[in-house]
């Protein structure tokens, strides 16, 4: 067994687990979630992109059932769901819902960032926000929107470069 066989076999395990404890108890969806979306990231890189999409399909629809139950609710976890989304929707050649989900995320990043003063440490968010945007890149540039790329990816590199500047232990 390879290691990314026995990682995936884990992630399966773990996602089985979490959904027995979500059947039983609905709180316990936001575990699932991560779950699926830790699976999906495994099965991509195991080269297994279908099924890695929906792995990650789920995920999305966990957080967004959740957002939309509890409006108040941090989405942090729904746009770093959407990020993986897109990017395997990428994989599997789906550009438009790819950028389309990216666009999304993005979006959601962006309102977060303007949020952070009053809620997680703006390093986190920002982070986020750039690794959205380079999701975001990826997807312009598969839709042959190569300035829009260029300016998604100089944006996100400028997020990390100021981290950088104001707290290097974070990288």
Request: with cysteine; glycine share 2%; aromatic share 2%.
């Amino acid at each position: 067994m390879s290691p990314n066989d026995s990682s995936v076999q884990a992630s399966e395990e773990l996602v089985q687990a979490c959904r027995r404890l979500a059947a039983a108890d609905p709180a316990q969806e936001s575990d699932l979630a991560l779950a699926l979306t830790r699976l999906s990231n495994r099965l991509s890189s195991a080269l297994s992109a279908r099924k890695a999409l929906l792995a990650a399909q789920e995920a999305v629809h966990l957080y967004q059932r959740q957002a939309d139950a509890n409006p108040q609710h941090d989405t942090a976890p729904l746009a770093r769901a959407l990020n993986v989304f897109a990017l395997r929707l990428a994989e599997v050649g789906r550009r438009d819902k790819a950028l389309f989900e990216s666009e999304r995320a993005v979006s959601m990043q962006r309102m977060r960032v303007k949020g952070s003063r009053d809620g997680p440490p703006l390093s986190a968010t920002a982070t986020d926000l750039a690794d959205s945007l380079e999701t975001l890149a990826l997807c312009l540039r598969e839709s042959a929107r190569e300035q829009e790329s260029r300016a998604a990816t100089r944006e996100a590199d400028e997020i990390r470069d100021h981290l950088r500047e104001h707290r290097t232990d974070h990288f």
